[in-house]
Each structure stands twice: as structure tokens, then as C-alpha cells.
């Protein structure tokens, strides 16, 4: 089956600072991924699509400037949560669609936790 | 829109039957459903896509109703890998586009 990794799976970080995760489609090529944020016990909530070699698409109310969505090549996307604050402490998970594939797999998720 | 899954909570004993019920208040292109244990990602158990249809694996099976508004998820003769929280995630307008998950169904297997 498709794998799609994730880097780091947990983070530890102070306030104000950046911190950036990594996805990764590990066989197969992905000119879409997406990036969602699941609070305990909640929901996934999708934050953006990063499309590959073009601008990523952000849902309402997620902030362009604050999550910053990097789509460098067909197998990386990059999540970048800047000047993070306390409120922002969730669970980042993504997923891509191999080619020819309708159902998304998800990455093992990376857990943030704001101090 | 977020779909609506029902019942909020499941408690069962190995080997019983279990229903999961996915309802839209418009048309679905398609219904996903994925199993997440806790600390995990979620997992793909399966799509349906056609009104009507029903397809399964194993002791797990789903169906999609005609107006394509409504997905049942089936677990069979339920085992304790079964616990976990069930979502069903829906597309609107067409094949690899957004998914919108439902709130999640928890689902306990007690031995």
C-alpha cells in the first residue's frame, strides 16, 4: 500500500517561535497533498491543500500567513507553523492520493505542543 | 458541510454486530471511511461511490444508498482491533478533491 511519512512526530516548542513539518509520500508521487488539524478528541479539520509548483489552497479561517504550505517536489510538502502560540498546540496529520486512487493515505501525524 | 454520523458512541462485546451511519443533507460524490486509534493516524477502510452500492472485506462491509446521501458502515462478529474512533469523510464535487470527516464515532470492544 501507499506510505506517506511525517517529520517530526511529536514537537516540543516555545512561544513565538516556527516550527516546521515535513510530509512525504515515500512511493509514489503526490501533486496534491493535504494538511488537516484534528484537536483531542475532535474531528479532522482541513487547513489547506498544497498543490505542487503552485500556491496552496487554505479553507476559511486558516490563517496564509501564520501556516505557511511549501509543495517542493512531487514527493515533500512542508507545513510551517510560524510564531506559534499556545492555541496552536494540536495534531498536524496529512495525506495524499496515489495516482489513479480515490481514497487518501495519511500520514502517521505530528503532535505540537506550544509552551 | 460536515456530515452528520450517528451514533455518537458504540459499546459492544467481542463478537457482536455494530452499524455506522454517514448522513448528507445533499448528493455525495463519494463516502470514505477511516478507522483511527488513539495517538494514530487514521487508517482507510474503504470508498463507495455508487448509489446503491455495497461492498465489504472480511467482517467489515459499507453500503451507499441510492441518493447517494446516506453510508452505512457493518462490523461483523466485532473484534477487540475493531475498537477505535470511525469517521466518514465525504466528497461534494468529484474524485480526489476535499474531504470533509464527519465528528467520529468511538467504538469499544470489550472482551
Known amino acids: 500500500g501507499a506510505v506517506v511519512s511525517q517529520h517530526p512526530s511529536w514537537v516540543i516548542c516555545k512561544s513565538g517561535t516556527s516550527v516546521k513539518i515535513e510530509c512525504r509520500s515515500l512511493?509514489?508521487?503526490?501533486?496534491?497533498m493535504f494538511w488537516y488539524r484534528q484537536f483531542p478528541k475532535q474531528s479532522l479539520m482541513l487547513m489547506a491543500t498544497?498543490?505542487?509548483?503552485?500556491?496552496?489552497?487554505?479553507e476559511q479561517g486558516v490563517e496564509k500567513d501564520k501556516f505557511l504550505i511549501n509543495h517542493a517536489s512531487l514527493t515533500l510538502s512542508t507545513l510551517t507553523v510560524t510564531s506559534a502560540h499556545p492555541e496552536d498546540s494540536s495534531f498536524y496529520i496529512c495525506?495524499?492520493?496515489?495516482?489513479?486512487?480515490?481514497?487518501?493515505?495519511f500520514g502517521p501525524g505530528t503532535r505540537l505542543t506550544v509552551t | 458541510q460536515q456530515p452528520v454520523q450517528s451514533p455518537q458512541a458504540v459499546i459492544l462485546r467481542e463478537g457482536e454486530d455494530a452499524v455506522i451511519n454517514c448522513s448528507s443533507s445533499?448528493?455525495?460524490?463519494?463516502v470514505h471511511w477511516y478507522r483511527q486509534k488513539h495517538g494514530e493516524a487514521p487508517v482507510f477502510l474503504m470508498i463507495?461511490?455508487?448509489?446503491?452500492e455495497q461492498k465489504g472485506h472480511e467482517k467489515i462491509s459499507a453500503s451507499f444508498n441510492e441518493k447517494k446521501q446516506q453510508s452505512s458502515l457493518y462490523l461483523t462478529a466485532s473484534q477487540l482491533s475493531y475498537s477505535g474512533t470511525y469517521f466518514c469523510?465525504?466528497?461534494?464535487?468529484?474524485?480526489?478533491?476535499?474531504?470533509?470527516f464527519g465528528k467520529g464515532i468511538t467504538l469499544s470492544v470489550r472482551p
Open positions: 495525506s495524499a492520493n496515489p495516482p489513479g486512487h480515490y481514497e487518501q493515505y
Open positions: 512511493d509514489f508521487q503526490a501533486t496534491t
Open positions: 498544497s498543490n505542487e509548483g503552485s500556491k496552496a489552497t487554505y
Open positions: 445533499k448528493a455525495l460524490y463519494s
Open positions: 463507495l461511490l455508487k448509489g446503491g
Open positions: 469523510g465525504t466528497e461534494y464535487t468529484g474524485a480526489n478533491s476535499k474531504l470533509t
